[in-house]
């Protein structure tokens, strides 16, 4: 597991999910961060102090996030070389797209992971340096899966 860095639960109400977390086991948290994807606004948070990472995002109903129906794990991330690669390894594996940030100009892919009723999320190592400068500073870098073909 060396490229992976944090699980994600999708939420209803990022202050109160946030609460219970501190509440029930001493998480800290960063601040939370307002952003859009198409047509999407959510919100995001993630732990502070250093990986693994616990992330929630607040999205809206038929969001990539939707939790309309109650607050889940949503998925696992790691971190892989190249997003565009892993994603076509994963899939050539029988672990289908669920949903993809490419076409939006942001490298990373959910893919369906039935197995665990989960989604396993792929972000391209591109995205490493701004996601330690905004939720890590001073971290050091994270090892990402490495999708060169093997022979």
């Known amino acids: 597991m060396t490229a992976f860095y944090h699980v994600c639960f999708v939420v209803p109400h990022l202050e109160q999910a946030m609460r219970d977390f501190q509440r029930s ?5 960063h601040e939370p961060v307002s952003d859009r994807l198409g047509e999407w606004d959510y919100r995001i948070v993630f732990t502070a102090g250093g990986p693994p990472f616990i992330e929630l995002i607040e999205g809206p109903p038929g969001s990539p996030w939707d939790a309309s129906k109650g607050a889940r794990f949503d998925h696992i991330g790691f971190w892989t070389s190249d997003v565009r690669e892993g994603s076509r390894r ?3 594996e029988g672990l289908p797209v669920d949903f993809s940030g490419c076409p939006y100009g942001r490298p990373f892919a959910y893919h369906r992971m039935d197995s665990i009723g989960a989604r396993i999320e792929l972000v391209d190592m591109s995205r490493q340096a701004g996601f330690l400068s905004g ?5 050091e870098a994270m090892p990402a899966i490495d999708e060169r073909p093997r022979d």
């Open 90 to 92: 994963l899939e050539e």
């Open 25 to 29: 086991a001493g998480v800290e948290w």
């Open 135 to 139: 939720w890590h500073p001073g971290g």
